[in-house]
């Protein structure tokens, strides 16, 4: 019994998380913004413990900062959060997808393909926010074919960070630029050339990073 219980709290936690995170990311709660735990539970429905933790899971991921007699308060995301991020997601994401041409199984190009369909399409449309999701989602999946659980794991914290920059800095006209450099990075993977894949995500990284700098401004 104790263990079910165990488990059903931490998924109340867990999901308590999820739902502030995606809030977060899309901006509904925006930076500078103060979280009341007891203002949670009563949206969220749940009491304060799972709140509490999924406040310190935030705070740990970067989301949250904790201020003296503030709390909780949403953490902006400015110029030079984004170069550190960027720092580390160029050598990473170039390193799965070198990986990633190495070992994907034709059933994880064959995802690769929809994901990228449905991108474009989304693009297409001018449906800003499912473009942002479906470009994480394409870069995802390439760590995960890089079938390397260790790179999995390093990235996993970084999925959310990016959401969020995306969506600060993906407008209408960049969808489809970005869906012609996934393609070419695509076509590394599918023929097997580590070398192409890496470079090219390597410069995907570093032309994202360019054109988000801009948009965030000095």
């Known amino acids: 019994m104790t ?9 109340l936690a867990d999901l308590v998380y999820l739902q502030l995170r995606e809030r977060i990311i899309e901006g509904e709660y925006p930076a500078g913004k103060r979280l009341v735990e007891r203002e949670l539970a009563d949206e969220t429905g749940v009491s304060r413990i799972p709140v509490r933790e999924a406040v310190q899971r935030l705070e740990r991921e970067g989301f949250l900062t904790v201020q003296a007699r503030r709390g909780a308060v949403v953490a902006d995301f400015g110029r030079t959060d984004a170069e550190h991020f960027f720092a580390v997601r160029e050598s990473l994401e170039a390193l799965a997808a070198g990986l990633a041409a190495q070992h994907a199984t034709a059933a994880g190009v064959r995802g690769l393909e929809r994901l990228l ?18 470009n994480a989602d394409f870069h995802r999946e390439i760590v995960a074919l890089s079938g390397n659980p260790l790179l ?3 990235m996993a914290p970084l999925d959310g960070r990016l959401r969020r920059l995306f969506r600060l800095t993906t407008d209408a006209d960049s969808g ?33 990073r360019a054109f988000a700098l801009r948009t965030l401004g000095a």
């Open 176 to 208: 489809l630029p970005m869906c012609v450099e996934h393609q070419q990075l695509l076509d590394a993977i599918k023929a097997r050339d580590p070398e192409t894949a890496a470079t090219l995500a390597r410069r995907h990284v570093a032309g994202t």
């Open 152 to 154: 999995r794991d390093m």
């Open 117 to 134: 369909a449905r991108t474009r399409k989304a693009a297409e449309a001018g449906r800003l926010r499912e473009t942002v999701s479906l």
């Open 3 to 11: 263990d079910t219980l165990g488990d059903a709290h931490q998924s």
